[in-house]
């Protein structure tokens, strides 16, 4: 059963921005901690940001000042919004949501529901 649907990614030219999308499930979107993570081909999967239901938020370094998490509970929505995008930014997008743990980038194995993904390709 999925609980968190993805959507906003799609390709852009380095320098652009995308506001990627999880609508997710009510009990989701009341959860301690919510991220969003990514992976690209070849490649082991990286925490990008996350954050609490009170609204503090970790960033991972290589997105530090151009990505912003946000997360609208009564819409239960997360957004990730991406600016100044570079190509090394390519990879399949995915939110999650964790019950417990340190609501951390760095620790991925706290979060037990993951979205489908949405590709976001930065092309140069």
């Known amino acids: 059963q999925v609980q968190a649907v993805e959507s906003g990614g799609g390709s852009v030219q380095a320098g652009g921005s995308l506001r990627l999308s999880c609508a997710a499930s009510?009990?989701?979107?009341?959860?301690?901690?919510m991220g969003w993570f990514r992976q690209a081909p070849g490649k082991e999967r990286e925490g990008v940001a996350t954050i609490t239901l009170n609204g503090f938020t970790n960033y991972g370094d290589s997105v530090k000042g151009r990505f912003t998490i946000s997360r609208d509970n009564d819409k239960n929505t997360l957004y990730l919004q991406m600016n100044s995008l570079k190509p090394d930014d390519t990879a399949m997008y995915y939110c999650?949501?964790?019950?417990?743990?340190?609501?951390?980038?760095?620790?991925?194995?706290?979060?037990?529901?993951w979205g489908q993904g949405t590709q976001v390709t930065v092309s140069s």
């Open positions: 999650a949501a964790a019950s417990r743990g340190y609501c951390n980038p760095n620790y991925s194995s706290d979060f037990a529901m």
């Open positions: 009510i009990y989701t979107s009341r959860t301690y901690c």
